[in-house]
């Protein structure tokens, strides 16, 4: 079974950090881009972060660009979100993705075929 397995989310104080981490399984996604969603209380799911299949591009959403950082260690079949400074609006359920037929930038949710079961990051003020 193909399964993308996000862990990492929890509560934390405004301007603190966590680090999210999606391991995947059933398959290699190493030569996937990966890339992490969020979904706020009545908001529709947005683009957080994007990785490249070797790391060398990443991409985020202007709202998190210095602060969040996006990784991969494709020997274990893993994607790392940092998140720095958090802030309140932060608060979401961040989901994990990986797409084998986006050639270049981020791509479209709906170009993200594998998706993990979601973790709550909740940032208090």
């Known amino acids: 079974q193909v399964q993308l397995v996000e862990s990492g989310g929890g509560l934390v104080q405004a301007g603190g950090s966590l680090g999210l981490s999606c391991a995947g399984s059933?398959?290699?996604?190493?030569?996937?881009?990966r890339a992490w969603f969020r979904q706020a209380p009545g908001k529709e799911r947005e683009f957080v972060a994007a990785?490249?299949?070797?790391?060398?591009?990443?991409y985020y959403a202007d709202s998190v660009k210095g602060r969040f950082t996006i990784s991969r260690d494709n020997a274990k079949n893993t994607v790392y979100l940092q998140m720095n400074s958090l802030k309140p609006e932060d608060t979401a359920v961040y989901y994990c993705?990986?797409?084998?037929?986006?050639?270049?930038?981020?791509?479209?949710?709906?170009?993200?075929?594998?998706w993990g079961q979601g973790t709550q990051v909740t940032v208090s003020s």
């Open positions: 990785i490249n299949w070797s790391g060398s591009s990443t």
């Open positions: 059933g398959r290699t996604f190493s030569n996937f881009r």
């Open positions: 993705a990986a797409s084998s037929t986006i050639l270049a930038g981020t791509g479209r949710s709906t170009d993200y075929a594998y």
